[in-house]
């Protein structure tokens, strides 16, 4: 593939852990948004290929009238004289859209409006997105090598063996396994991985949280409702409906800002690994600043409860196993991606969730 035209910079829109995405300037004066991977640093463990996987993607749904994604107007995938990769797509720039994450986070929008974008978001979810859909591998297949992956390459940080190698640990006050010895006893001494399989398949966002999602600022705009950056950070475009819920649902009641933002406590990384045979077990905190300011705009709007109703409407009652499965699987694969308090939080939040997963 050749590379992309030249073209100028407007405004940076998203710094990610392993791309930026721009508004760019073409040479006929038209705008477009850009998504690149960032050359300036190593490439991430899923980066590039979580690019790849976009691009797939939208080529995909690009006949799809009803998809509500965007069209792709270029993409690119080369590498250059000194070998460092390019990978990335260029789409439309919505003037008249802004991220839901933001709007969201500044408290731009009254409650009804909120409710009436959950109604437009519930739809586009549970009737144009989540479509019957077969995976090419089993989904315990890839949960099984991700979180395998994360861990390996958590292992490599020294002050993360007090946690991944403890067998039980104490989180909070309560006892509970340590995250890998959780993980194997989800592979080898449950059915949990099996019901991921078993349960209904459709296609998925993969990557549903409101950052990724523009709501129209004008009336009347069409489409009020554009999705973009499509597919989870390791890959899942396909699996349960589950899936995307759990993702949209950490953002929106703010824990998946909290991380971000490193509004936690975390203790007990600095601690001496114990010795073998020794009673007490490593003893760990976690908890979340969910007062912090940061936050009030998540506390004082509703940006979930209509699309859980929707979502629990359309399929029944949720699997809360299944939910704290997928909801420890992406914990342990961004704690592979992201570095300091916010890392150690995530990998505390997969013991947690791999733990209440198992309780049932």
Do not use: C
């Not at 590379?3 to 006929?28: C, F, N, Q, S």
């Not at 390019?86 to 909120?114: C, K, M, S, W």
């Not at 490593?282 to 979502?311: C, I, K, V």
Request: glycine content about 6%; hydrophobic content about 40%.
């Amino acid at each position: 593939m050749t590379p992309p035209p030249p073209t100028r910079v407007i405004r940076t829109l998203k710094d990610g852990y392993w791309d930026h995405t721009e508004v760019i300037e073409m040479a006929d004066g038209s705008l477009r948004v850009r998504k690149r991977n960032r050359a300036d640093i190593a490439p991430s463990p899923w980066g590039l290929e979580s690019l790849r996987r976009e691009i797939r993607y939208l080529a995909t749904v690009a006949s799809q009238p009803d998809a509500l994604f965007p069209p792709l107007l270029d993409h690119w995938d080369f590498q250059s004289d000194n070998q460092t990769p390019h990978v990335g797509y260029d789409h439309p720039f919505y003037a008249n859209h802004r991220d839901a994450g933001q709007l969201a986070r500044e408290t731009a929008l009254p409650q009804t409006e909120i409710d009436q974008f959950q109604d437009q978001l519930a739809t586009a979810m549970l009737h144009h997105i989540q479509r019957p859909a077969i995976s090419p591998n089993p989904l315990s297949t890839h949960l099984n090598e991700a979180v395998g992956e994360a861990f390996a390459t958590l292992a490599r940080q020294p002050d993360l063996g007090v946690l991944l190698d403890a067998p039980m640990v104490r989180l909070n006050g309560s006892l509970r396994l340590g995250p890998s010895a959780a993980w194997q006893k989800i592979v080898h001494d449950s059915d949990l991985l099996t019901q991921a399989d078993a349960s209904p398949q459709t296609r998925l966002h993969g990557d549903f949280f409101l950052e990724n999602i523009l709501w129209a600022t004008q009336p009347d705009e069409d489409p009020p409702l554009v999705l973009i950056d499509p597919v989870s950070v390791a890959g899942v475009s396909v699996g349960p409906p589950v899936f995307d819920l759990v993702k949209y649902v950490s953002y929106a009641t703010g824990e998946l800002l909290a991380l971000r933002s490193e509004w936690l406590d975390v203790s007990g990384f600095d601690a001496t690994p114990p010795k073998p045979g020794t009673a007490e077990p490593p003893a760990f905190t976690y908890r979340l600043q969910m007062d912090h300011p940061g936050l009030a705009p998540l506390r004082e709007r509703n940006w979930h409860s209509r699309l859980h109703a929707a979502f629990t409407t359309h399929y029944g009652p949720l699997s809360q196993r299944l939910y704290h499965l997928i909801d420890g699987y992406f914990s342990a694969a961004m704690a592979a991606n992201t570095t300091g308090t916010q890392q150690k939080g995530r990998l505390l939040k997969a013991t947690i969730e791999f733990n209440a997963a198992l309780l049932g």
